[in-house]
């Protein structure tokens, strides 16, 4: 029908177009939505928005690690939306998890996490599920691959570097450590 009015354009693309508007309309009509929606909130010194950037890095970082102007910003997020304050919250419990070493606390996070229908954290928090043997042994467990990890990135991107530029010979070379010989 649209098609006879003069649309040419390809029909996933009007549906992703519909589907924006959509789930604009559904979240104003909805109030258990409204507060899953992270609206600007300015700065009360500056009077400027406060960027998504910041209020992430801010969402995570322990308040005792606060200078003065970021503990007003996070004052400032906290007043002016739920969500941020929600995640905040769960992101603070989340690090204490992590800290504490101990698993026994992370199902009940997830479910928290689960019901607060902010979507980062929903898909976070099922994620954790699918796997959550390997979550709670890797919170518990003393053991990292962190070395291991580490030399595999630094032999990549040596090879990224140097490929199509030098032999076998020359890899060899830099990914051995240097000796003296006197």
């Excluded at 980062?120 to 518990?140: C, G, H, Q």
């Amino acid at each position: 029908m649209i098609q006879e009015r003069g649309y040419e354009g390809n029909l996933s693309h009007l549906q992703r177009l519909l589907a924006g508007w959509r789930r604009t309309e559904q979240q104003a009509s909805d109030p258990k939505v409204e507060h899953a929606i992270l609206k600007p909130v300015r700065d009360p010194e500056t009077g400027h928005a406060i960027s998504a950037v910041i209020a992430a890095a801010l969402c995570i970082k322990p308040r005792g690690k606060f200078t003065p102007d970021q503990a007003r910003k996070v004052d400032a997020l906290k007043t002016g939306s739920l969500a941020f304050a929600t995640m905040r919250c769960l992101a603070m419990r989340f690090s204490g998890i992590l800290r504490g070493r101990e698993g026994d606390p992370l199902p009940a996070w997830t479910c928290d996490a689960i019901e607060t229908d902010l979507a980062p954290l929903v898909r976070f928090a099922r994620t954790l599920n699918r796997d959550y043997d390997a979550v709670k042994n890797a919170i518990e467990m003393p053991w990292s691959n962190g070395q291991a990890e580490g030399q595999i990135n630094r032999l990549k991107t040596l090879k990224r570097a140097m490929y199509g530029r030098a032999g076998p010979e020359l890899l060899r070379a830099r990914m051995l450590p240097f000796r003296h010989t006197d």
